[in-house]
């Protein structure tokens, strides 16, 4: 099981940035796939980003972040970061961080479904508004 604890959410208006963080700890952290979602009220938790500690350069993003939004890690520090730039207001929502451990093959086609996760953090507010 691995903990997950998310920072750096807030309010911020349109067309400036956040960097998001999220702390990993506890079993298998490095052989992780792990995945940043968003939810607001009434919709359905969507996937934003992802990327495996062992390739760090392979990385997933939903379509409406692409060019805006990067997924990165600190092995250091077991940390995750999301940084988000040009913000607009339709990005406001809670940001989770999600961990899972299953296969490699298996997360280049299903990374964007929430089950493939198993650990999730307790999500961290964003804002986006003038």
């Known amino acids: 099981q691995v903990r997950l604890v998310e920072s750096g959410g807030g309010l911020v208006q349109p067309g400036g940035s956040l960097r998001l963080s999220c702390a990993a700890s506890?079993?298998?952290?490095?052989?992780?796939?792990m995945a940043w979602f968003r939810r607001t009220p009434g919709k359905e938790r969507e996937f934003v980003a992802a990327?495996?500690?062992?390739?760090?350069?392979?990385?997933y993003y939903t379509d409406s972040v692409k060019g805006r939004f990067t997924i990165s890690g600190d092995s250091a520090e077991n940390t995750v970061f999301l940084q988000m730039n040009n913000l607009k207001p339709e990005d406001t929502a809670v940001y989770s961080c999600?961990?899972?451990?299953?296969?490699?093959?298996?997360?280049?086609?299903?990374?964007?479904?929430?089950?493939?996760?198993?650990?999730w953090g307790q999500g961290t507010q964003v804002t986006v508004s003038s």
């Open positions: 999600a961990a899972g451990a299953k296969s490699e093959p298996y997360y280049r086609i299903y990374y964007y479904l929430g089950s493939s996760y198993d650990s």
């Open positions: 506890g079993d298998s952290v490095n052989s992780a796939y």
């Open positions: 990327f495996t500690w062992s390739q760090k350069q392979k990385t």
